[in-house]
C-alpha cells in the first residue's frame, strides 16, 4: 500500500525513546539480521504514512534517521507521555491527519503486512482505535483515530497510549500475522580458524571428487565420447587429434552453466536473485519450522486433554 490522494492522511510516530534497562544498553542501535534493530520499524512504515517521525533519547539513533533522511526528534524528556506528545504535535503540525500509528522501536518480527493490515482496518472505521493481538491479547503498534489526539496529549505521567484505549474497550482488536512462530536465539561461538579451514577443504574435496565422478559416470551412460565421434565423422575432422574442439566446449559450457545456474563464482554474486540453494533451504527451513510448531500444538492439546 502506498499514499495517494484519495487515501485520508496518516501519521507514524516511531517510539525509539527506551534507554534498554533490561538489555544493559540501547538496544535500538543492536544488530539484527545484519543492520541496527531499529531500521527494522523504519523499514515496514516506509512509504505507508502521509507523516512520519521518530522520537528517541539516543544520540546514534538521530544520526541513523538523519543518514536516511527521516525527521528525527532527539530529546532527554523522561516518561513515555514525553515521546508520544512530541511525536504526535510534530505529525499534527504538518497537517490534518486522520489517525496516528504509534509503532515501537524494538520490534523485531515487525512485519509490513501487519503494518498494511492494520491501516485497511482503520480505512474500514476511522473511529475505532485499532491494535494487534494474539489470542486475544492486545499488542502493538496502535492506530489511534483523530478523535483519540487530545486524550493522548494529555496522558498521565508516565503512561502510554494502552491507557486511552483502555478507556475505550470497543476498539477493536484484530489477529494478525502469524499465530504461531519459532525464534532462534544462536549465541556466538569461538571457532578454530585452523579447524574450520580444515572442515571447509574437507568439504571442498569431496565436493570436487563427487561432482567430478557424477558428470563422468552421466557421461558414460549417455555415451558423449562417441556422440563426439560420429559428429566428428560427419564433418570430416580428424578423429584422432589430440585436442578436439568439441571436449573443450563442452568442457568450457558445463562450467559456466553451472556457475550461471548456481549464480556464484569465486564468492561473488553474479545477479541479486536468491540461488536454487537457497530457495530449497528457506523451504527445508520453513517445513522444518512448520512440523516444530505442529508438534507444540498437539503436545500441548495432549495436556490439555490430560
Known amino acids: 500500500m502506498q499514499i495517494t490522494p484519495t487515501t485520508p492522511h496518516l501519521g507514524c510516530v516511531i517510539m525509539a525513546s527506551g534507554l534498554g534497562k533490561r538489555f544493559g544498553g540501547n538496544k535500538l542501535m543492536a544488530d539484527f539480521d545484519g543492520q541496527p534493530l531499529i531500521c ?26 538523519h543518514a536516511q533522511n527521516i525527521p528525527v526528534i532527539l530529546h532527554d524528556k523522561p516518561f513515555r507521555n514525553d515521546t508520544i506528545r512530541l511525536g504526535l504535535d510534530e505529525v499534527t503540525r504538518n497537517g490534518d491527519i486522520s489517525g496516528c500509528l504509534f509503532c ?26 485499532i491494535r ?27 503512561r502510554g497510549g494502552g491507557f486511552v484505549a483502555k478507556k475505550y474497550p470497543d ?35 569431496f565436493t570436487f571428487v563427487g561432482s567430478m565422478y557424477a558428470i563422468m559416470a552421466y557421461n558414460n551412460d549417455v555415451s558423449t ?38 549464480n556464484h563464482f569465486a564468492g561473488v554474486r553474479l545477479s541479486g536473485e536468491p540461488t536454487p ?24 492439546q495432549k495436556g490439555k486433554k490430560a
Not at 516506509?46 to 544520540?59: I, K, M, N, Q
Not at 499465530?179 to 544462536?186: A, K, M, Q
Not at 540453494?277 to 500441548?300: A, G, P, Q
Open 104 to 129: 515501537p522501536g524494538d520490534q523485531p518480527l515487525l512485519s509490513r503486512e501487519t503494518i498494511i493490515n492494520l491501516i485497511d482496518a482503520f480505512l474500514a472505521d476511522n473511529k475505532k482505535i
Open 171 to 205: 476498539a477493536d482488536v484484530n489477529n494478525l500475522g502469524e499465530n504461531d512462530f519459532i525464534v532462534d536465539y544462536i549465541l556466538e561461538k569461538k571457532h578454530s580458524k585452523f579447524l574450520q579451514g580444515l572442515l571447509i577443504a574437507f568439504v571442498a574435496a
Open 40 to 65: 527494522r520499524a523504519l523499514t515496514v512504515t516506509d512509504g505507508l504514512f502521509s507523516h512520519r517521525v521518530v522520537v528517541t533519547r539516543h544520540a546514534d539513533v538521530a544520526s541513523l534517521c
Open 225 to 262: 565420447i562417441e556422440i563426439f565421434e560420429k559428429v566428428y565423422e560427419i564433418f570430416g575432422a580428424d578423429n584422432a587429434q589430440q585436442v578436439k574442439l568439441l571436449e573443450i566446449t563442452y568442457a568450457v559450457g558445463l562450467a559456466l552453466g553451472i556457475i550461471i545456474f548456481y
Open 277 to 300: 540453494i537457497e530457495v530449497e533451504m528457506d523451504k527445508y527451513e520453513k517445513d522444518v519450522d512448520d512440523t516444530l510448531i505442529d508438534r507444540k500444538s498437539k503436545t500441548e
Open 132 to 158: 494487534p493481538a494474539f489470542q486475544n491479547t492486545p499488542g502493538a503498534p496502535v492506530l489511534f483515530p483523530s478523535w483519540a489526539f487530545s486524550e493522548l496529549f494529555s496522558l498521565p505521567e508516565g
